[in-house]
């Protein structure tokens, strides 16, 4: 048999998806692995989408390449509220398959072979992939743990080249929970422009930040609109994670090229999930801050259980996402260690070099499921390292 194609065989499987797959072997495992919120469907958009999949006689169609015009006009006016920027709806937005999907369509527009595009690291994992399925250069720029996952200017500028292309940011971040200060997404936005480099940004958790700490979105600087392609996601913020919708936005002649490889890879984002998208972003918004108040309990409850294991933990209070990034106080690789959590303890876990090298010695806790999950995982945990 012929061989596949190089740049598939040199993507990673994803750890985030590979050991939820082992663990399915671990009976009774519990999880602090995928970073999905656990709750229901919201009422209000379950009832609203059941009403349409009776009355909108155009539900089970495709729509418009880019996403229902209403849908995008909604989005437009919330950007607007929430950023201040001024999107064209008819030019300017397309409505994806998930911030996924707005990113593999992004970066496989932008990247091309030996480009190379600067990731701040530890990064998403599918960031670090979808740049090698693109045939581009991951360069992994370290951020500075010890100073909350910190941009480092000096060593961002100095490994930028000719090649570079671009570069990724992920803010709130997921894995590490940090969230950027706006002087550092300045910083970066002016680095764009003086190399000539787009940014892509990846603001899935826009919506989820700590401590009075609030999200900017590059969107806001009209003078970096030019270069800035910003992929967002309707999966956390609204329990939507199955539904599979998002979208990005992009100058016009951007998004023009993006469109083709949306049209070609994708067609449209599901229509039933941009009409239930529709009645999230207009529906009642109360349930949004119940689910942010559950996050913010969760993430002192992980807090509070890291600070039994102080031997074992080291790590960073998360600021956004609901993730954390603990460094290992031990000697073992992050996939052994995780791997050690799963088959002795019976917890799930991401390895930290999942994100990239410096993510090595680290693992990513979620802390998206119910307390009584991460009560359960740390109990293990706890009786895991007495034993050892
Ligand atoms: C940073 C980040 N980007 C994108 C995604 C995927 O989002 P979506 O469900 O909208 O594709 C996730 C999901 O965990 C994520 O954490």
């Known amino acids: 048999m012929k061989d596949f194609a190089k740049r598939v065989k040199d993507i990673e499987v994803s750890l985030i998806r590979y050991m939820p797959v082992l663990a399915s072997k671990v009976p009774d495992a519990v999880s602090l692995g995928q970073g999905i919120p656990s709750f229901e469907l919201p009422e209000y958009i379950r009832k609203k989408l059941i009403e349409a999949l009776r009355s909108q006689k155009d539900i089970n169609k495709y729509s418009l390449e880019p996403g229902l015009p209403i849908l995008k006009e909604e989005i437009v006016k919330y950007l607007e509220r929430t950023t201040a920027a001024k999107v064209n709806p008819e030019k300017e937005i397309c ?23 600067i990731l701040l690291t530890p990064a998403y994992e599918p960031h670090i992939e979808q740049v090698k399925f693109a045939e581009g250069k991951p360069v992994f720029i370290p951020l500075i743990e010890s100073e909350g996952w910190k941009p480092d200017f000096e060593v961002i500028n100095s490994a930028i080249t000719k090649r570079t292309k671009a570069t990724i940011i992920c803010d709130p971040s997921n894995p590490t929970g940090s969230i950027f200060e706006k002087e550092d997404l300045e910083k970066i936005a002016e680095l764009a422009q003086e190399n000539d480099l787009f940014i892509i940004t990846d603001e899935t958790y826009d919506f989820l930040t700590y401590d009075n700490k609030k999200h900017f979105s590059l969107l806001s600087l009209p003078g970096i609109r ?36 949306h049209d070609e890879s994708t067609i449209c984002a599901p229509t039933p999930s941009q009409y239930a998208a529709l009645f999230a972003l207009t529906g009642p918004q109360d349930y949004i801050e119940k689910f942010k108040e559950e996050f913010r309990k969760r993430r002192e409850l992980i807090c509070q259980r890291l600070d039994r294991l102080k031997d074992l933990f080291e790590y960073q209070k998360p600021m956004g996402a609901y ?15 995780s791997k050690k959590l799963l088959y002795e303890a019976g917890v799930i876990t991401i390895p930290g070099i999942a994100f990239g090298p410096s993510g090595e010695g680290h693992i990513r806790l979620s802390f998206a499921g119910e307390e009584k999950e991460i009560n359960t995982a740390f109990d293990r945990i706890e009786k895991f390292w007495q034993k050892l």
């Open 323 to 337: 993730y954390v990034f603990p460094k290992i106080k031990l000697k073992m690789k992050s996939l052994e260690f």
């Open 95 to 117: 409505i994806t398959k998930g911030a996924i999907g707005g990113l593999f369509c992004t970066i496989s527009t932008l990247v091309e072979r030996k480009d190379e595009v």
């Open 226 to 261: 030019d270069r800035l392609i910003a992929c967002f996601s309707f999966s956390k913020k609204y329990a939507l994670t199955g539904f599979r919708v998002g979208y990005i936005i992009a100058p016009e002649k951007i998004l023009n090229e993006i469109l083709k490889v």
